[in-house]
C-alpha cells in the first residue's frame, strides 16, 4: 500500500505549528543543542506518522475485509 501524507503534509494547523516550532528552534544561540533538539523532534515526528499511517492501513483493512462480508 502506497504511502500518501498529504492529510499531514497539507494540513495548514499542522504546517503553522511546525513552522513555530523551527521559529522558535531558530533562535537557539547553540547551533548544536538547536540541531539535537529539531533532530529529536522530527525523529519523533516520523515515528508518530508512521503510527498514523498503520492506523490508517488497518482501519482501510478492516472496512475492506467487511465490505467483501456484504
Known amino acids: 500500500m502506497k504511502k500518501n ?3 499531514k503534509e497539507e494540513n495548514k494547523k ?3 505549528e ?3 516550532f523551527f521559529d522558535k528552534a531558530d533562535n537557539i544561540a547553540d547551533e548544536d543543542l538547536r540541531n539535537k533538539i529539531v533532530g529529536q523532534m522530527l525523529r519523533c515526528d516520523e515515528i508518530l ?4 499511517e498503520n ?4 482501519f482501510f483493512k478492516l472496512g475492506y475485509k467487511n465490505a467483501k462480508k456484504e
Not at 49 to 52: E, K, L, V, Y
Open 55 to 58: 492506523r490508517f492501513e488497518e
Open 5 to 7: 501524507r498529504s492529510w
Open 49 to 52: 506518522t508512521r503510527i498514523a
Open 14 to 16: 499542522y504546517l503553522k
Open 18 to 20: 511546525l513552522q513555530n
